[in-house]
């Protein structure tokens, strides 16, 4: 990946207990409030979608696969952050392409998006697109043993991202998008993560060596003019002329 396309995300899944991750992901469709916002009371879906998951036995088979997905998901993550260097394990801040929570943000104002409103999506639709995404993000191609082991070591962590951002609930209840908004989401995720591959025949070992060299270039030449500065205000003091400065400032 392109590091200029990377930026530093939050894995929000990784620190919630076991009370907050179902308050978070888990969706009944036996409840008597379900389909309602328990803060205001409202719709956050529209009635005859509600009445449609309750007379469709599918619905709630597909959100309690969702909801075992983002489990496993949950423990994935963890074994994957207690891999990070000491006193970050906890930490739910790490790198990936694009800033999904930016493309949300931007759908929402964008598309004008009414909290107060009910949204026009199905569960059904809402899973459906998520995992059409998940499976347009390929960095390895090819089906034999090593190519799809590569493919899952570098699109695991984007995966958890993506599903426990844009999982069902969240997507009705806590974002309240439609189905306009979503789609233009989901595009503009696929394209930020295409767009932050490294191209085959690209100098990655140039790239690099630039990358870390720059910045110690950079950092030496800050260090000269701070010194040449100290010495500049320490001999200023006791009133030098300028010219003694000039050939006597240490480089």
């Known amino acids: 990946m392109d590091a200029v396309y990377i930026e530093r995300q939050k894995f929000e899944s990784l620190t919630f207990a076991k009370k907050e991750f179902l308050e978070k992901?888990?969706?009944?469709?036996?409840?008597?409030?379900?389909?309602?916002?328990?803060?205001?009371?409202?719709?956050?879906?529209e009635p005859d979608i509600i009445d449609?998951?309750?007379?469709?036995?599918?619905?709630?088979f597909l959100l309690d696969r969702e909801l075992e997905i983002l489990k496993e998901d949950q423990a994935t993550l963890r074994m994957i952050m207690a891999n990070r260097e000491k006193g970050r394990e906890s930490d739910p801040?790490?790198?990936?392409p694009g800033n999904i929570q930016r493309v949300i943000m931007n759908?929402?104002?964008?598309?004008?998006?009414?909290?107060?409103?009910?949204?026009?999506?199905?569960?059904?639709?809402?899973?459906?697109?998520i995992n059409s995404l998940l499976q347009k993000l390929v960095v390895v191609h090819g089906f034999d043993s090593l190519s799809m082991e590569a493919q899952k070591n570098a699109t695991t962590a984007y995966e958890i991202l993506i599903?426990?951002?844009?999982?069902?609930?969240?997507?009705?209840?806590?974002?309240?998008?439609n189905e306009v908004s979503l789609d233009w989401i989901i595009g503009e995720i696929e394209h930020r993560f295409h767009r932050a591959k490294v191209n085959?025949?690209?100098?990655?070992?140039?790239?690099?060596?630039?990358?870390?060299?720059?910045?110690?270039?950079?950092?030496?030449?800050?260090?000269?003019?701070?010194l040449s500065i100290s010495w500049l205000e320490l001999l200023s003091f006791i009133n030098t002329p300028i010219i003694f400065l000039l050939f006597h400032i240490p480089f």
């Open 200 to 226: 085959p025949l690209e100098m990655a070992g140039v790239l690099a060596a630039q990358s870390i060299g720059e910045p110690t270039t950079q950092m030496t030449l800050n260090v000269s003019i701070l």
């Open 52 to 60: 449609n998951c309750k007379n469709d036995h599918e619905v709630q």
């Open 25 to 45: 992901y888990e969706l009944c469709v036996s409840d008597k409030d379900f389909g309602i916002d328990p803060a205001t009371g409202l719709h956050f879906m």
């Open 93 to 96: 801040m790490s790198y990936a």
């Open 163 to 177: 599903r426990s951002t844009l999982a069902t609930k969240r997507v009705l209840l806590e974002f309240r998008l």
């Open 107 to 129: 759908a929402t104002q964008q598309f004008r998006i009414d909290q107060s409103q009910p949204s026009d999506l199905h569960p059904k639709n809402i899973i459906k697109k």
